[in-house]
């Protein structure tokens, strides 16, 4: 098969700019600056384009070029944006951010007329507008706007509540993470001895395989939070009183309804996934038997269910990762090693960890016509190779819309389905691994890989459960304690962990760190995005032809619903039998793990 030959590691930014001092950065500033107030005076006073659907075609044909070409801020916000992740420390890049962050916010501040203007057409015109042929190109981008109409508020009162946001929820927030961010304990280190490690440092600690290691580290954890309690329970209720306030001014039903019209669904999809995920928490519960079996104890501490099972050693170089990766993406699509193979050759991937680079991974793509970049940080881990995988996926995705879509207002994934593409590929490169593993590594591996699916699919879905619990019982009572707060989070986490895992005193307080509680309903998309990946995996296994609906899927954008973009393709997502393919697949990895430790005689 062919080999990739890697010869750049680090990002060609030069198809942006040649250099952070590019003569070109200014030029283009003031394009973009010319071509947004071209628009804005052109169409701010007018409001013919609200009642004639060809003078809203008009319009929506000048702002879908706008947002092609230019945006609020060019190629010169995703450079510099770029820059920074690759030196965070340098103070040359900050203020240029800076300077373009102020910039591209007064445009987007003037600019949102337009779209403000458009949800407010009167309701039998929006229909009448929904089925003229001159606007059928933009009908799920107004179709978007119409349905969150109902819920804006007049234009100086957008600005109030945008205005308030950061002292009624943002600086509440911040407050909290950075209080825990500041805490420092001294804590058993592996060499035994007593060290000071901070907040995120001790995080890292609770996984460590020594157990005086970990038990030191939940020792100072929980401290830390219960410290910070009281201060989190005052955080943790006027962020719910503020989330209360907005619903109540913008007449939102539930708690969620916001949630479901940003992310293009109902719920009757949402309840159908999370419903399937709870009819099957015998396998997360059945999942921590397995690990408290092999660890030797009947039960795991709170703090221990997520160690690492056994040791993998394996390692992969970058290039020998490459090569693995585009052997999978070959096999199932040859546009999707296609991409890949273009991904290296352009130095659109910055590979190795470096002195002020930022941590972690991630793919990103502003305009339509702007290309993708993937962030990586290599170093030789087997991790590091599904991680490639993971974000290429995202890339991929990426590429397969701006072929599908000619409309740039279609160019982006609704988070309900945004991890589909990344799993997707993620999982086959998981397989490839597993078919060159001898079975001590393989029984490692799949741990590995369980710890993830019960993380993201089962927890997930119990922290949606505990977020509807501390919604609805503040909205009852006007006040939540911290010991009513971590009796809800500890009754929701038994409910998918079981009797293996232990609700040890101090688990109460985990709450507090779970970023993902303060961004209310975020959590169940994680499990969306990865059953949806692990259904269409059965599907293919099945028929590998249907490598064309997944693509055919990906292409399609925010260009319909997804309910209407998963039924062209034979899905209905509001079957609970979909979903249930998808925990299937992780039901069959779980079966496959206790086969292997019995065989090696583990359990």
């Known amino acids: 098969m062919k080999k990739i030959k890697v010869k750049q590691t680090t990002w060609n930014l030069k198809l942006f700019f040649k250099g952070d001092d590019d003569p070109q950065i200014a030029k283009q500033r003031k394009i973009v600056e010319k071509e947004s107030y071209r628009f804005i005076k052109k169409w701010k006073d007018r409001n013919d384009y609200l009642t004639d659907p060809k003078m809203l075609k008009q319009a929506l044909d000048e702002y879908e070029k706008w947002q092609r070409h230019y945006g609020t801020c060019g190629n010169e916000e995703a450079y510099f944006s770029l820059r920074i992740e690759q030196d965070q420390e340098n103070s040359f890049l900050k203020a240029k951010l800076n300077k373009m962050q102020d910039f591209s916010n007064k445009i987007e501040n003037d600019i949102q007329f337009f779209i403000l203007n458009i949800a407010k057409i009167h309701p039998d015109i929006q229909k009448r507008f929904l089925h003229c042929k001159e606007l059928k190109d933009y009908k799920h981008f107004l179709e978007r706007i119409f349905a969150e109409s109902k819920y804006l508020l007049t234009e100086p009162e957008e600005k109030i509540l945008n205005l308030k946001s950061a002292t009624s929820y943002s600086n509440w927030v911040r407050m909290t993470s950075e209080f825990l961010s500041r805490e420092e304990r001294a804590i058993v280190s592996e060499s035994g001895k007593k060290e000071t490690k901070n907040f995120s440092e001790i995080l890292s600690f609770l996984n460590n395989k020594k157990k005086k290691v970990r038990d030191s580290a939940a020792l100072a954890f929980n401290d830390i939070l219960e410290k910070n309690s009281v201060v989190a329970e005052a955080e943790m209720n006027s962020i719910l009183k503020d989330k209360e306030t907005d619903d109540k001014l913008r007449g939102a039903q539930t708690p969620q309804t916001l949630r479901y019209i940003s992310d293009d669904v109902d719920d009757k999809i949402v309840n159908s996934l999370i419903e399937t995920i709870e009819s099957r928490f015998d396998i997360s519960k059945r999942y921590y038997k397995l690990k408290a079996g092999l660890f030797g104890v009947k039960k795991l501490r709170y703090h221990e269910r997520n160690i690492e099972y056994g040791n993998i050693k394996k390692e992969y170089d970058y290039n020998e990762s490459v090569n693995l990766v585009y052997d999978v993406f070959s096999e199932l699509d040859e546009e999707f090693a296609s991409i890949f193979s273009r991904y290296i050759k352009n130095g659109q991937m910055d590979v190795f960890p470096k002195k002020g680079k930022r941590s972690g991974a991630f793919c990103t793509a502003g305009l339509i016509l702007q290309p993708t970049y993937i962030f990586l ?227």
């Open 377 to 603: 940080n290599h170093t030789n881990k087997l991790r590091d190779v599904l991680t490639i995988a993971h974000e290429t996926g995202h890339g991929i995705h990426n590429e397969l819309m701006r072929e599908k879509q000619d409309n740039a207002l279609n160019f982006g994934a609704p988070y309900f389905s945004a991890e589909v593409a990344s799993t997707f590929m993620e999982d086959f490169v998981f397989e490839k691994i597993l078919q060159e593993a001898d079975d001590q590594l393989r029984l490692s591996v799949l741990m590995m890989k369980l710890d993830e699916d019960v993380s993201f699919v089962f927890r997930q879905a119990a922290f949606y459960r505990f977020e509807e619990d501390i919604h609805s019982q503040f909205r009852e009572k006007g006040h939540l304690s911290k010991e009513t707060i971590g009796k809800l989070f500890q009754k929701r986490m038994r409910s998918y962990m079981g009797n293996f895992v232990e609700q040890s005193p101090g688990s109460e307080n985990w709450w507090i760190y779970v970023d993902h509680l303060r961004n209310f309903f975020y959590n169940y998309q994680y499990a969306s995005g990865i059953l949806i990946a692990k259904s269409f995996q059965n599907s293919f296994r099945n028929d590998p032809k249907f490598i064309e609906s997944v693509k055919e899927f990906l292409g399609a954008g925010l260009s319909n619903y997804p309910k209407n973009i998963f039924g062209e393709i034979g899905v209905d997502i509001e079957d609970k039998e979909f979903w249930n393919k998808g925990v299937d697949e992780i039901e069959k990895l779980l079966d496959e793990t206790i086969e292997l430790a019995r065989k090696l005689g583990k359990i």
